[in-house]
């Protein structure tokens, strides 16, 4: 079992920035990736990031490449996303998510177990 907290959510201006943290907690072979994703209203789950915590490798999609970086402190048992040129259409509740897959583009695209509650991120244009 594994426990996800999301932190660091809040409104920004356009092209702002804001870093979201995720604290893990709990069984650690129960993953071995980590990734954030983001719901608006109306809308479908987009999966933005994605990193393997073994090894580190990362995939984004295609809306954020080059604007969030996702990163990780093994000693914290934290992940982190660093978003910055923010744009309104970035607007969501941002999660992250948690699972053992097999690759890290699994991990940004596929259904994961383990999910935080969630935290609200507003960008004004």
């Known amino acids: 079992q594994v426990q996800l907290v999301e932190s660091g959510g809040g409104s920004v201006q356009a092209g702002g920035s804001l870093r979201l943290s995720c604290d893990a907690s709990?069984?650690?072979?129960?993953?071995?990736?980590m990734g954030w994703f983001r719901q608006a209203p109306g809308k479908e789950r987009e999966g933005v990031a994605a990193i393997y915590t073994g090894g580190g490798s990362t995939n984004y999609a295609d809306s954020v490449k080059g604007r969030f970086t996702i990163s990780q402190d093994n000693a914290k048992n934290t992940v982190y996303l660093q978003m910055n040129s923010l744009k309104p259409e970035d607007t969501a509740m941002y999660y992250c998510?948690?699972?053992?897959?097999?690759?890290?583009?699994?991990?940004?695209?596929?259904?994961?177990?383990?999910w935080g509650q969630g935290t609200q991120v507003t960008v004004s244009s």
């Open positions: 998510a948690a699972d053992l897959v097999g690759t890290v583009v699994d991990c940004r695209t596929q259904g994961l177990d383990y």
């Open positions: 709990g069984y650690p072979y129960s993953s071995n990736c």
